[in-house]
């Protein structure tokens, strides 16, 4: 079968598929069904329902995989988008706010992006329940947020998380506590998919449990998925009812995408007689940003183009800053209405993202994903705004979080903005070694978070803890060899240093 599946990959690549690789692909479509439908046998009532509609958008996701004819983009025909449909933030903020603001408010729903686990710092359950300043947690901060924004406008824009399977009981837990808050908060679960054997292309799960060894057949398929699971929960409808008309989407991890109201103001007004459906967030390329997806134009339409998409040949260029300036922030603006005309018309079109994994037992597995911004193609009147970098905060890592928890920002109303006494606009590059990776250890290696107003530059390695009030300046690394530690010592002021050897403070 292995043989069979290669060969078919091959054809599918190559351009076309023979007579035999047409049968084989009918044949894996066929096997896909009969394994789905083995597993919709299981369930009953509304867990059906459910499964049935999750089974349907992967089977179709499977059969548009197999039915792959070579690279999704030609690289010749890639084109610098037209200037007046990336628009620079500062043009649109120049026009000012209109008396209005409470009733564009009134017409939005803030969508946070909550399906991840917080694993790759060391967490288990949701990554939105980390604390990140003063014991508040990425939740916490998102509802004061919009909590402000109620109050302050006297508007009900409401909050809703797309949870997954594995975030949305820890979620709901947790939501208990905003019972009496001034934000509405909905909840709906993205997808669950069935992650497949790299060589056969079959289901590796055996049964629907998410839970003990079969936790690792399952999966949730990206954020692209928003779309399908939105409109099938029956929220959107819901909300389309209660009058509003655009969601914000973003990441529940990017501090820095708060809702803003001129890039609202623009969205609800007419460009050109028209109104626009959707509006993606871009801002400046750095040079730790070079694998983010781009804005194109591409035979005639705004597209994403993602480095997955790029051919091997054309990688170097794309990773360019002087010829792609620009990436995806994934901080979207989009149209209510239009998601529920192209869900209705099965016109969402997404290139697919294959995902290899290995899993515990050793065995290879892909999963089919999509991206949220990929369907910017399918929506009319799109167009990308060039945010200031102060819009795209993610924090992925410890040395993310290092940056959030300093007082470089200054927390407000649940929004962090960068300090006024910092000279320079741009963040420190910070890079933290192995030692730091998990939140709980590196916790245990700050007494306090150093200052770091003045800091460009700090690199960390090996075994080193800080003490108390320790000011950071210009360029700091600190490496502690393999064997060796060392104990920034309390009220210790670092400046364009390099530390090395060992240097313990054995009495604290």
Same mark, same amino acid.
């Given at each position: 079968m292995a043989l069979y599946v290669a060969d078919l990959r091959k054809g599918m690549l190559n351009g076309g598929m023979s007579h035999f690789q047409e049968m084989m692909r009918q044949?894996?479509?066929?096997? +896909?069904?009969?394994?789905?439908?083995? $597993?919709?046998?299981?369930? %009953?009532?509304?867990?059906?329902?459910?499964?049935?509609?999750?089974?349907?958008?992967?089977?179709? $996701? #499977?059969? @548009?995989?197999?039915q792959v004819k070579g690279p999704s983009v030609e690289w010749i025909k890639i084109q610098r988008p037209p200037e007046d449909s990336i628009q620079p933030y *500062?043009? +649109?903020?120049? @026009?000012? $706010?209109?008396?209005?603001?409470?009733?564009?408010?009134?017409?939005?729903v803030v969508v946070k992006l909550n399906?991840?686990?917080?694993?790759?710092?060391?967490?288990?359950?949701?990554?939105?329940? +980390?604390?990140?300043?003063?014991?508040?947690?990425? $939740?916490?901060? !998102? %509802?004061?947020?919009?909590?402000?924004?109620?109050?302050?406008?006297? !508007?009900?824009?409401? /909050?809703?998380?797309?949870?997954? #399977?594995?975030? *949305?009981?820890? !979620?709901?837990?947790?939501?208990?506590k905003y019972t009496h808050h001034r934000v509405k908060i909905h909840t #709906?679960?993205?997808s669950r998919y069935p992650r497949i054997n790299k060589e056969s292309l079959l289901p590796v799960s055996t049964s629907l449990s998410t839970t003990g060894q079969n936790a690792e057949g399952w999966y949730p398929p990206g954020h692209g998925d928003i779309y399908a699971s939105f409109?099938?929960?029956?929220?959107?409808?819901?909300?389309?009812?209660?009058?509003?008309?655009?969601?914000?989407?973003?990441?529940i991890d990017n501090l820095g995408a708060t809702v803003? /109201?001129? +890039?609202?103001?623009?969205?609800?007004?007419?460009h050109n007689g028209k109104r626009c459906e959707f509006v993606m967030e871009v801002t400046d390329k750095t040079r730790a940003d070079v694998k983010g997806g781009t804005l194109i134009e591409y035979e005639g339409k705004l597209r994403l183009l993602e480095i997955a998409q790029v051919p091997k040949a054309h990688v170097d260029e794309f990773k360019s800053v002087s010829k792609f300036k620009i990436f995806n922030t994934n901080n979207l603006w989009i149209s209510l209405a239009a998601i529920k005309r192209l869900q209705e018309q099965e016109a969402m079109d997404m290139e697919i993202i294959v995902n290899t994994k290995t899993l515990d037992g050793g065995q290879n597995v892909i999963q089919l994903e999509t991206a949220v911004g990929a369907a910017i193609k399918c929506f009319d009147n799109a167009m990308g705004i060039n945010v200031p970098r102060s819009r795209f905060l993610p924090v992925k890592t410890t040395s993310d979080l290092l940056l959030v928890m300093s007082n470089l920002y200054?927390?407000?109303?649940?929004?962090?903005?960068?300090?006024?006494? @910092?000279?320079?606009? !741009?963040?420190?590059?910070?890079?933290?070694?192995?030692?730091?990776?998990?939140?709980?250890?590196?916790?245990?290696?700050?007494?306090?978070?150093?200052?770091?107003?003045?800091? *460009?530059?700090?690199?960390?390695?090996?075994?080193?803890?800080?003490g108390k009030n320790v000011s950071l300046k210009g360029t700091v690394i600190i490496i502690a060899n393999h064997g060796d530690r060392i104990d920034i010592p309390a009220g210790s002021m670092l400046e364009n240093k390099i530390v090395s050897g060992n240097l313990r403070i054995l009495d604290h």
């Open positions: 044949q894996l479509e066929s096997s +896909i069904h009969s394994e789905m439908e083995k $597993l919709l046998g299981t369930t %009953v009532g509304a867990e059906r329902e459910a499964c049935k509609k999750d089974f349907e958008g992967f089977r179709n $996701l #499977f059969h @548009r995989f197999l *500062d043009k +649109i903020a120049a @026009r000012g $706010l209109p008396d209005g603001v409470a009733d564009s408010l009134n017409k939005l399906g991840g686990l917080g694993t790759s710092m060391g967490c288990k359950g949701p990554k939105s329940l +980390i604390s990140v300043r003063n014991e508040n947690t990425f $939740l916490d901060l !998102t %509802v004061q947020q919009i909590e402000h924004l109620n109050k302050t406008y006297n !508007t009900n824009v409401p /909050l809703v998380l797309m949870n997954s #399977f594995n975030t *949305d009981e820890d !979620t709901k837990k947790i939501l208990q #709906f679960n993205q409109y099938n929960s029956g929220l959107l409808e819901q909300l389309i009812a209660e009058g509003k008309e655009y969601i914000f989407v973003s990441n803003d /109201l001129h +890039i609202l103001n623009h969205l609800v007004g007419r200054s927390l407000h109303a649940g929004s962090l903005t960068m300090s006024p006494r @910092r000279e320079f606009p !741009t963040t420190p590059h910070v890079k933290l070694g192995s030692s730091f990776t998990k939140v709980q250890e590196y916790l245990t290696r700050f007494e306090s978070i150093p200052d770091m107003l003045e800091l *460009d530059h700090l690199t960390v390695s090996g075994d080193v803890t800080f």
